[in-house]
């Protein structure tokens, strides 16, 4: 035998249903779960449409170097948007025109549509595009019979993938539905499923069929859930793909198996949010360590893996290299201060993708709770505030060389400080001599304030209010603190009403983008476009009047004219810029109907934000 060099493909090995299902076993137990029937009933309904699809596609890949392009990629593909699309399915209304009875009889099949569909809806062009040989050359015929059966009668037991070449083809989506699907939809699902769906309605099977080949279609809503679904499943594997962590190289490429055990133990629970060692809050995920790089040497040993580090420091050094934690704002190691729920400290790495770990991971879940980190913790406490002013304070008022007690002759005046931005203000020098006692007596009554429940603006209320009575007016300088702008309080105003009002700047043109800023002639409709955007950043799940549509971001009239005096005049400057989605059928007109929310009976008008312009403005 002699080396080869370039090697030759060692292709793929076959595989069998049972193998692909045991590889799934956790989303198959949790489709289960949601599917919430009979043992038979789930065998029918949903296990031998997974087996038969296992059986035609073996362990193809779905493309050649990107999305789901390891062995069983195609199959993964499937099950996974299957699975999630049957999960979002429940709850939505289908078919809400009809009567009660008919709803009865029809939702549960638009649920298994929405299933049977996404199980689908991904094979069809990677199978149109690939062509498929056995060691002797022969090719797989895709619509004559299953891969597996054809390969276990050419009496082998690899097959070898080719991709040819197409100019026309780069760049455009290589998963998703075409006409292939529905030729062989039928030996998938099995005649009885696709007759207990005609049972329902003659137009769930036709449109069944629609979907899975890519044609137009009225079931929309099932549409829309695959096509959400199938974005989401999109990004899921983005952030795991192998090439996001180098190429491989002569040797051990450990980083993906790393990064897959680390998911394993979320998965199965092991790992809880906020539960040691795993600390979750908005601003991403923390892994407490070396706690974090025990569990992962443990699950290495589990899944058998050889060659796997049995130290948590070259774990760590192993995922610092290949970057998967974010080591920018660490300190020397690369950790961060983060703490549990019992306020204890520990040192941790922040994961720089945490989609990569935990699929799930929406930071606006977290964005109510309390925040992990040390530095967001100590921002966000007070007490600590007033603490460290405290200590400001005390070191701008150190004694001199020569022990008097008074301030520096070279800055010739006292100090104070502001209670809500702890910045330090210069007096006169006839103010400065009670100066330390005064400030120290405000910040311990802001103290206790905070202690006994008050918010710490009405401790800095309440303070304002002692310096304004004990101090003479002008003592502070009026060009300097956000007191510049506060609202006066008249002589004999009530002690509770004397709260000194802030008004601080806001601009929401800072929200736009410099370049979008320059395409639009007027700083007006620039602030408005700000304020649309901090209003969409905080809309929520359930908003009744914004949501993301497959040609952009929709915004009902209702919610603009809550907020812009003259929207025809607005959005004629905003699609100047070519922010503004329009139709290629009807290019003049920017005025839309759109489902808000999804699902909704009743369309809305609306404009849509285009992809490009929520790509610019970060929607």
Partial sequence: MKNIYPPDDPGLPLRDAEYL??????????????????????DQ???KPLERLAEHISALPATSSGLFSGEGGLFCASIELAFLSFQASDGRIFTG??????????????????????????????????????????????????????????????????????????????IGPSPYTASILHK????????????????????????????????????????????????????????NYGRLTIGTHLTPYLVGAMRAMVDAGTWVPNGLPFIVDATGLYLVWPQAGHDIVKQGKVDGHEGWPSSPSVLAD???????????????????????????????????????????YDPADYKKSPPKTLVAVLAADPIAAVERRVAQAAQSQTPNAEGTGAAPQSSGKGTSIDQESGEIFNHEPSASSAAVPHLAKRVEDDARIVAQGSSHQDAVA???TAEAS?????????????????????DGTPEDQRKVKEAPE????????????????????VELLGKVIKTWRERGEDSTTMRMTDNGAAISFELLSSMIRNIPDWVNEIAVAGLVYTAPATPGLKIMKVAIPEGSPKPREAIVISRYGCKKLGL
């Fill in 506 to 525: 806001i601009k929401f043109s800072d929200l736009v983008p410099e370049e979008i800023r320059r395409e639009m002639k007027t700083p007006l409709s």
């Fill in 97 to 174: 025109a009809e009567s009660v009875e008919r709803r009865h009889k029809l939702e549960p099949r638009w649920r298994y549509f929405c299933f049977a569909a996404a199980l689908l809806y991904p094979i069809g062009k990677p199978l149109g595009r690939m062509i498929v040989t056995n060691a002797r050359g022969e090719a797989w015929q895709k619509h004559h019979q299953s891969l597996v059966e054809w390969t276990r009668a050419s009496d082998t037991d690899r097959i070898y993938v080719s991709w040819p070449e197409d100019k026309a083809e780069q760049g455009q989506i290589q």
């Fill in 45 to 47: 309904r949903f296990i």
């Fill in 318 to 360: 192993l995922l610092k290299a290949a970057g998967i934690f974010d080591t920018a704002r660490g300190d020397d190691s690369g950790q961060i201060e983060v703490v549990d729920f019992e306020g204890n400290l520990h040192q941790a790495f922040k994961l720089k993708n945490p989609f990569a770990v935990m699929e799930s």
């Fill in 462 to 464: 309440l303070s304002g």
């Fill in 21 to 42: 299902l045991n590889g799934n076993s956790q989303i198959l137990g949790r489709l289960k779960l949601h599917a919430a029937t009979s043992e038979a009933h789930f």
């Fill in 470 to 490: 004990d101090s003479k007016p002008g003592n502070r300088d009026a060009t300097r603190g956000p007191s510049a702008s506060a609202t006066p309080v008249p």
């Fill in 188 to 243: 998938i699902l099995g005649p009885d499923n696709l007759a207990w769906l005609e049972d329902g309605s003659t137009h769930l099977t036709r449109d069944l069929f629609e979907v899975v080949s890519g044609a137009d279609t009225s079931a929309k809503i099932a549409r829309d859930v695959i096509a959400t679904m199938w974005q989401k499943v999109r990004t899921r594997e983005e952030a795991r793909m192998p090439e």
